[in-house]
């Protein structure tokens, strides 16, 4: 599963189709320049293929070798690349889930480029999730809205609406499943699916402060609160509103069931777009809302994970790895990458356009205008790793056997305990 | 070498003075200066690291016997061991399996070969390509197994996302090769079976299971004892499978010991390699058991004879 992408030839092509005129940068870069990317997926893959082709232009003399690495396995495989085979640049994420390699001295400190007047003024609202210790360790390339994406001609047939209200929710499912089509598609063999619902569940009941408290380990999993979000998820346990046998498919594998009208609607990031569409939903058949409000008043709060490039401690040309970031985060390339046709997410420039895209327009408004309580990265990127391991697998377990939930909180707090 | 009677000693140097003492030592070195870094060393080396809290990138922590501490504590590392037992246990099967498909092969029909090597196959296929035919096999929903099932009037079942029996279907999926391995170990042991024993058994009446149980199988005893070990190790190893299958789940009820270790030490969320490595020291001490039988099974064929 895994391939590289080898430029030298494109990069001759380029030189000769350009003759030389292309060095918008000040001055030449040379040498080679490795990239490591998780952008796996068919359309992200196309994405980092085209920013390579293009920055390859913009630098003629410089070498770019691409390998992209399957996104899972990319996960296990960093650690290994980071401290031994050092590429220039590499993809990872934002907030705590960068913590393991910024304390072991991994990640270079990129404050010198966030101190740049083009990326200070125009990246400001990403900022915070790139800052760990008071610097910033990598630059992020985009970022989605998380929310719940729906068959509108299901929805219509059955006359239903989008529902804004947690009764309106259930009501909602009940007739679906009264039709014999499931509410939610989701598969959760690798966990972090159910670590959205959680994170949702947990946002609407407790709140956003609460959220942050869980997953820095100042709260308990015993804890009430928590109890109440997993009352909540129940609820939709007991109505069978989740598809059979999830433990068994991949977020990827679980699209067929909504394509194919036996579930109706996925929570998922945006990214779960591009597949539906190819898979034959268009914009007729397929609309998003945002996750309902569950305890009226407590303030709407969103998951919005960002991905990120980093430049690795041990890389050895950071000249020409800084420039490639600068340019990725450049407000046309951000503009370009993050279009419906290419990668269907939201820019981090603030100078960029959004694409018109409807799934974007309405990702985009809600996250600027319809989240006052705040926005989380996501369960597994807030959480440490290990307890993300651990409680992810516990919202598996309470899905599969609601009837556990007294000792998987047990087990949670006990880990929590041992990993604060 | 013997060397001229009336060359004076004092020339002779060192080596050739002890020549044949040391030279299979000279030969050995490479062998077990590799053997001592590689396994050796290593050995030693997790012990030491299980008594540190350590994630692999920053200083290391001596924590005394803390991790084994937590293991005894460990919900999860419990239902890993209980799978390694499963897997021991049911493993053996394909020892049995194998002889009853090699006895059948063994005859001399046209194109025997043929099937011989059809039998042969899934043992030459990659495991990874093993786990992925099963797990397409599995699918709850357009699955092989369960369109037969629903043939009968049986409801689906969802072998691999249901925790009880997630581990037997993994299990089911890795005898599909082992049985061809050892089905192949018992054909070139049956090739050995002296025809004139078996004559003489026939002479004498013996027939069907009786010939089999007193004139066969103890013939095959060193197919037989190959068999057992490369089993016994197929089981303790069976991690490959279970990666590919399951990734462990749901909710960690299909780990075994070696995928635990993983997990917990090297996957996406784990850093631990001080209870990564205390994993694998239990490990290595039930893998000693096995393995000091079978040494002590070695010396007394080599002491008999």
Redo the contacts between chains.
Sequence with gaps: MRSIFNTPALAVAAAVALSGGAFAEGHALSGDLKIFSDMSNPAPRAVMEGMVDRFGAMHPDLNIELTVIDREAYKTQIRNFLTANAPDVANWYAANRMGPYVDAGLFEDVSDLWAEEEIASNLASTKGAMTLDGKQWGVPYTYYQWGVYYRKDLFDQYGLSEPTTWAEEKANCQTLLDNGVKCYTIGTKFLWTAGGWFDYLNMRTNGYDFHAALTNGEAEWTDDRVRAVFANWRELLDMGAFIDNHTAYSWQESLPFMTQGQAASILMGNFAVAPLRDAGLDDDKLDFYQFVEIVPGIARAEDAPTDTFHIPAKAANKDAARAFLRFVVSADNQTLINSGENLGQLPVNAGSSVDDDKFLKEGFAMLSSNSPGGVAQFFDRDAPAEMAKVAMEGFQEFMVRPDNLDAILKRLETARKRIY | MTSAPDAPPPHRSWYKRNEIAVTPWLFLVPGVAMFLVYVIFPIFQSFNISMQEW????APEYVGLRNYR?LWDD?AFYTSLRNNLLWLLLYLLAIPAGLFIALFLNQTVTGIRLYKSLFFFPFVISQVVVGLVFTWF????FGLLNTILGWVGLG?V?V????TYVTYGIIAAGLWPQTAYCMILYLTGLNAVDPEQVEAARLDGARGWKMLWYVIIPQLKPATFIAFVVTIIGALRSFDLISIM??G????ESRVLSFYMF?VA???????MGYGAAIAVVLFLIMLCFIAYFLWSMYKEQKAR
């Design positions: 994630d692999g990138l920053g937590e919900p599995y699918d709850p929903t689906p969802n691999l996302g249901d925790p399951t990734n789940g749901p909710f960690g997990e090297l996957s996406e969320y784990g850093f631990r």
